[in-house]
Nanobody, 120 residues
Framework: VQLVESGGGLVQAGGSLTLSCVAS????????MAWYRQAPGKQRERVAM???????EYADSVKGRFTTSRDNARNTAYLQMTGLKPEDTAVYYC???????????????WGQGTQVTVSS
């Protein structure tokens, strides 16, 4: 499974960005997909998840501002980010995983990451 993120950049607070994650080498529709982020000096945290059935979950810190979606025909997952804040600054990664009765379980399939920087 190969994952390639794109769409990061520099944006002012209150602005918007949409990240894309293109998957190859796999049957994309069979995976749950998640977005993680890692800021300098902090642990990687999951911010959004979309199941195979397009059920979504969000971290409290981004709920109401971020929206994840998927297009199985294009093997692509998206993370639409609005109302960006300086604390959203991080490297954003997409991940392929599985949905279990206990929740999302990430597998060791990661993209290279894309930098999002929000200026105040």
């Amino acid at each position: 499974v190969q994952l390639v993120e794109s769409g990061g950049g520099l944006v002012q607070a209150g602005g918007s960005l949409t990240l894309s994650c293109v998957a190859s080498g796999t049957i994309f529709s069979g995976w749950a997909m998640a977005w993680y982020r890692q800021a300098p000096g902090k642990q990687r945290e999951r911010v959004a998840m979309i199941s195979r059935e397009a059920i979504t979950e969000y971290a409290d810190s981004v709920k109401g501002r971020f929206t994840t979606s998927r297009d199985n025909a294009r093997n692509t997952a998206y993370l639409q980010m609005t109302g960006l804040k300086p604390e959203d600054t991080a490297v954003y990664y997409c991940n392929a995983g599985v949905q279990t009765p206990l929740g999302y379980r990430s597998l060791d399939y990661w993209g290279q990451g894309t930098q999002v920087t929000v200026s105040s």
